[in-house]
């Protein structure tokens, strides 16, 4: 069993200089919060062979100092050190040396660059099977969960196919068209309010999936096709109230993809965390953060139990040039700064906890990170 008392790893190499605030902001000093229990790293991680399960993490916006502030705001404790095996992404786009969330994750999904925008779609706006599609195709369970819209950027590189990030209707279109056995979030506007008149969610009930609209209503369904709608459009903040929405999404989601014998593939997002950035609004990175933070906790205890399941944690790109120029590790106290509202090109760092991890050390570009996933999985490119 785990016990309370952890010194956490230092976080070695993730040093990077920041220039001075170009926009005055008072970000202000954030409250403190009761620090989590602490953990036991494991000494050493003694996982082998490949795995059966790949659980994809990605917190939006997440670079290096929107980590180091959730590891201050609870006190020098993450979770997410937990895992020993680091890495950095490259994140450029084919378009563009700072790339968009939509391009980040496509080349994620893909295994592919491409522009600014597009979603499931190479640079030459070709649609290409997604991670999630072959692991379909291979008999795998597959699951989103996002605290955006499911339409949002992120989650819709994984399942659908068009030029445009902004098709909210048509993404919704194409998760119709998929066998996914289980998608929660927010977009209910975008499958139910539809300019077409028609009801997404009346055809996703005829194809078996169980709708929900409430966390009360996804904590008890029975096992089965999930689609849940929590909200119009994003999910609320953490400050205004979705309280443990990520933690029991992404643990219903586990349970219920974890039936299937070959195995599955889910991608959980932090979404909000990058909408901090853009906000250059610290509190809202760091509550953000923290949450994020609480889910990967979950989420790795179910790996250690399992023993066939990777976990790698990383994000698309960093948002808002974000630096913390005061702050106290004993009182849990965080004073950040901000270069931009838009992203940046820094690398941002890939985490890996479980079977197969070792292949995630190094530097390199963000759309390796399918390939590995191929390898590891077993399947033909």
Request: glycine share 10%.
């Amino acid at each position: 069993m785990l016990n309370n008392k952890v010194k956490l790893f230092a976080l070695t190499g993730l040093l990077f200089a920041f220039n001075s605030c170009t926009q005055e902001k008072d970000c202000g000093t954030v409250e403190v919060m009761p620090a989590p229990q602490k953990i036991e790293l494991k000494e050493p991680n003694t996982f082998t062979g490949t795995p059966k399960n790949i659980i994809f993490m990605i917190g939006d916006g997440m670079g290096v100092t929107q980590i180091t502030s959730g590891l201050t705001r609870q006190k020098d404790f993450l979770q997410l050190a937990r895992c020993r095996h680091i890495g950095f992404s490259k994140t450029q786009s084919s378009s563009n040396y700072i790339t968009d969330s939509a391009a980040g994750a496509t080349a994620f999904s893909i295994g592919k660059k491409t522009f600014n925008g597009s979603i499931g779609m190479d640079k030459d706006t070709v649609a290409q099977k997604t991670i999630l599609e072959i692991a379909e195709d291979n008999g795998l369970a597959t699951g989103l969960v996002a605290t955006s819209s499911i339409t949002h950027a992120t989650p819709a590189s994984f399942i659908a196919h068009q030029p445009s990030r902004n098709m909210h209707e048509e993404i919704a279109l194409d998760f119709l068209k998929t066998d996914i056995e289980v998608f929660i979030g927010g977009g209910k506007a975008h499958f139910e309010a539809r300019t077409d008149k028609k009801n997404l969610s009346e055809e996703l009930k005829n194809k078996g999936y169980q709708m929900a609209y409430t966390l009360d209503e996804i904590k008890s369904l029975p096992e089965g096709k999930i689609a849940g709608l929590l909200a119009d459009n994003g999910m609320p903040k953490m400050s205004e109230g979705r309280g443990d929405f990520l933690e029991v999404a992404s643990h219903t989601a586990i349970k219920n993809l974890d039936k299937n014998d070959k195995g599955f593939f889910l991608m959980i997002e932090g979404s909000q965390i990058d909408w901090g950035g853009h906000d250059m609004n610290s509190e809202y990175i760091i509550s953000e953060m923290v949450d994020f933070d609480k889910t990967i906790g979950r989420v790795l205890d179910f790996a250690d139990k399992d023993g066939e399941t990777l976990v790698v944690i990383t994000a698309d790109h960093e948002t808002g040039g974000y630096g913390i120029v005061d702050g106290s590790m004993e009182d849990g106290t965080v004073k950040g700064e901000f270069t931009t509202d838009h992203h940046t090109a820094d690398m941002v760092p890939v985490f890996a906890y479980g079977p197969g991890a070792d292949a995630f050390m190094g530097i390199y570009h963000n759309n390796t990170i399918f390939d590995k996933f191929m390898k590891l999985y077993g399947f033909q490119q």
